[in-house]
């Protein structure tokens, strides 16, 4: 390899690029529904507490917005520049979602522009809750879009290669592709849980600093409600998926749990190390689980990497992403449990003595971690999607290496943009921080004359 490979500098960018948007663009998938949930439960309830609740999470949730127009812009700019022979092949195909996905995101920006300016503007607050549905249809639908891009890298159809020139492209087909159905579901709901754990995990960090009030309290049981509802659609959505890559993926679903024989009764391995030989040390097996899991029988056949040449199996280094993933849902779906548990067993003593039923601290500081943890989940997750597929860019028909640029100075653009998202991300986190610390919650809950509520 020479000292400057434009195929490696081109991966680093495009990865670089997804693992940065990916965070915003998850919350921004997911934000608008807990905005819902919070007006909707405040305008059934007359609770100005979930009012104001659905208030302030749209402001910051303006900021999480910006920063994601201008990473999925850089996406768009990228799959031009780096991967121009793979777009002069499969954009023809995908260019349907890709429109999509942008009219969808110009839906839901025209909708929360107008959100956002008519708060207490009408006479009845269902009607301005009924805004926010739009913004909910467009930004879910932008994902979905683009989600269908990535689906038909990994199971391409609705087009026939006649050498280098695509022919008899059938967009709708394309959309439709096997891994459309599983990969929308999976991106949606952990989007969802995901932004659900971040803000249950502030309300956590705002009730360790002994700032018990019921506004505090109602915005957790919210959020862990929600967070416990869509991290169980996930896991079940998950399963679905490990189904999906038995059928169209075998090679990566081998390569994620070192699967090298075909076999029955095939056992999932947990952590581990893979010896030159591959064989497996210190793992934790699980009998028959792998078998079950890719075919709902414990004796149901699985399909080995050995079976492939060589040259077209994933990297083994997916088996700890694919781990990751799957260890950190587990454990939300436990605490999510654990929350609704406790609120269960205290719900009659909250409702009668609330400063007698304070939440335990270890419950808090374990929920404080888990908004971290749901959005290293979402990078492990694409990780192992992502470098799961190699060594293919669409799978069967053109390489990684076949769909990136020979242009020079990609690695000056890596370092650009390194520093573009450094700015973007510290400024976003500052602006945040100071948007809502300038601006405290129980301080505009004083000023709009909203007292109830404080735990003597």
Request: charged content about 15%; some cysteine; glycine content about 8%.
């Amino acid at each position: 390899m020479s000292a400057y490979d434009p195929i490696l500098y081109s991966r680093m960018l495009t990865e670089l690029t997804l693992a940065f948007h990916i965070l915003f663009a998850t919350i921004g998938v997911g934000v608008p529904v807990m905005i819902a949930l919070a007006e909707w439960t405040g305008i059934r309830r007359s609770d100005p507490h979930y009012l104001l609740l659905a208030r302030r999470w749209a402001r910051g949730f303006v900021i999480t917005v910006a920063v994601g127009v201008v990473t999925g812009t850089a996406i768009g700019l990228q799959l031009s520049l780096l991967w121009p022979s793979f777009m002069q092949i499969a954009g023809q195909a995908i260019a349907l979602p890709l429109f999509m996905e942008t009219f969808a995101f110009f839906f839901e920006a025209i909708f929360l522009g107008i959100y956002l300016y008519t708060w207490d503007r009408f006479k009845h607050q269902m009607t301005h809750f009924l805004l926010m549905i739009p913004v909910m249809i467009g930004s879910s639908a932008s994902a979905v879009f683009i989600t269908i891009v990535n689906a038909f890298m990994n199971t391409p159809q609705g087009f026939r290669l006649d050498g280098n020139k695509i022919v008899d492209i059938d967009p709708i087909l394309a959309m439709l592709n096997p891994a459309t159905p599983t990969k929308v579901a999976h991106v949606l709901t952990s989007a969802y849980m995901t932004s659900a754990f971040v803000l249950a995990s502030i309300t956590a960090y705002a009730l360790l600093k002994k700032r018990d009030h019921i506004y505090y309290r109602k915005a957790l049981r919210l959020t862990m409600g929600a967070a416990l509802v869509f991290s169980i659609a996930t896991g079940v959505v998950g399963d679905f998926s490990g189904k999906f890559l038995a059928e169209y993926q075998p090679e990566k679903l081998a390569a994620a749990e070192w699967h090298f024989e075909t076999s029955t009764q095939a056992p999932l391995v947990f952590g581990g190390i893979l010896t030159e030989n591959n064989e497996i040390k210190y793992g934790l097996e699980l009998p028959y689980a792998l078998s079950i899991l890719a075919k709902d029988d414990p004796n149901g056949e699985v399909t080995g990497l050995n079976e492939l040449p060589p040259d077209e199996r994933p990297p083994l280094i997916v088996h700890y992403f694919f781990d990751g993933m799957v260890a950190i849902g587990g454990f939300l779906i436990v605490l999510g449990l654990a929350y609704a548990w406790w609120s269960w067993r205290n719900r009659r003593l909250e409702a009668l003595k609330p400063e007698k039923t304070k939440l335990p601290r270890w419950l808090l500081r374990t929920t404080v971690w888990s908004g971290p943890l749901a959005l290293l989940a979402i990078e492990l997750g694409w990780i192992f999607a992502e470098v799961g597929r190699q060594p293919w860019i669409l799978r069967g028909y053109m390489r990684t290496s076949e769909g990136a640029t020979t242009s020079a100075h990609v690695d000056t653009m890596l370092l650009v943009f390194c520093a573009l998202y450094l700015v973007l991300g510290i400024t976003s986190v500052r602006v945040l921080t100071r948007m809502f610390r300038n601006n405290d919650a129980i301080d505009e809950l004083r000023t709009r004359g909203i007292e109830g509520g404080l735990p003597k």
